[in-house]
């Protein structure tokens, strides 16, 4: 029951977190005078990146995370061909078929766990490397850049209008 709960919650969740993860971090940034003038100097120092970068960084940076990705699904395949393997030998074992070397089953099963942790793991690298050259790709767009430094721009107007800085 709490697994179908899980199940039915996961996407509305992921939804609302994607939702409210910036505005709570904008929020969090201005709670404090140290933590807005940190902030609004982490915005000019991102503006400026932006400007001095051109498409090519922005492609350089994408087929590094396109590289990264590639890796994650070598290792992912890698994983899973070799738990299948020890899968194999773990019923032949529990069969009582004769292995090249002989291996109680417990210990296969241990192996077999191991892999399958391995597997979860780089499944996990996999899908946050696929989100990092995804959000890397629209970069790549100048006019998603020059959007997306007027947003830049916008918000450290707002903290320096919060920090008294404007008149």
Known sequence: MVGVAALVLAIPMSILANIFTPKVRDWWGTTSK???LKR???LGREMMRFKLG???NALARFGTALLAVLIAAFLVIFSMLLFLGLNDNYIAALNGMALDKQIPPSEI???GMFMVSCT???YLLLSI???IALSRARFIST???HRHVARLRLERYRLKKRLGLVG
């Open 34 to 36: 140290v933590r807005a």
């Open 40 to 42: 609004y100097k982490e």
């Open 54 to 56: 051109s498409e090519f």
């Open 109 to 111: 099963y241990l192996y």
């Open 120 to 122: 979860a793991i780089c």
């Open 129 to 131: 490397s696929i989100a």
């Open 143 to 145: 006019a998603y850049r």
